[in-house]
């Protein structure tokens, strides 16, 4: 059972804390009833390499958690640096994905055309911790390239790319 949260505790100030840990940016895409969506997490993580899980974590007062949460199948992309207007347009805009930005080839979840790592996953597990869902996933398939990461620091946009130390 978890302990209620300290009333004292300064949200705004944790919130900050916790941006002190580089991530790197991902978009998850998935079909929904409203069409292709797109949405920006840094909330991602590798959880087994075998059997292969990763997760991530969904705002359950995002106006796109429904359709997030009801996905099956998602895909997870890793940004190249060049994409971070996608990553801003992802994180506080339009999630609609036009036809353009993804390979609908596939009957798969949406696939960005430009991502450095695309993980197809199948949802294996949703559970409500605190005011998020996080999301396991069963990772399907993946392709990776070679190119310079967009990272997200301290409210701020970073580069790391290969050579760089």
């Not at 805009?93 to 199948?122: I, M, Q, W, Y």
């Not at 390239?145 to 130390?165: I, K, M, S």
């Amino acid at each position: 059972m978890s302990q209620p949260p300290d009333p004292a505790l300064d949200i705004a100030a944790y919130r900050r804390a916790l941006g002190g840990f580089a991530t790197g940016v991902c978009v998850v895409t998935a079909h929904t009833d409203e069409g292709p969506f797109g949405i920006t997490v840094n909330s991602f993580t590798s959880v087994s390499l075998t059997p292969p899980l990763i997760l991530w974590c969904l705002d359950r007062a995002s106006w796109r958690h429904d359709a997030f949460a009801a996905a099956d199948r998602f895909a997870v992309h890793m940004l190249p640096v060049e994409d971070r207007e996608m990553s801003d347009r992802f994180a506080w805009g339009v999630c609609r994905l036009s036809s353009d930005e993804f390979d609908s080839s596939s009957p798969e979840p949406p696939r960005l055309k430009n991502a450095l790592t695309r993980l197809d996953c199948v949802a294996t597990d949703r559970i409500v911790m605190g005011d998020h869902l996080t999301i396991v996933g069963s990772v399907r398939a993946f392709e990776t390239r070679p190119g310079a990461a967009l990272t997200y620091y301290r409210g701020r946009y970073g580069v790391l790319g290969e050579g760089d130390a």
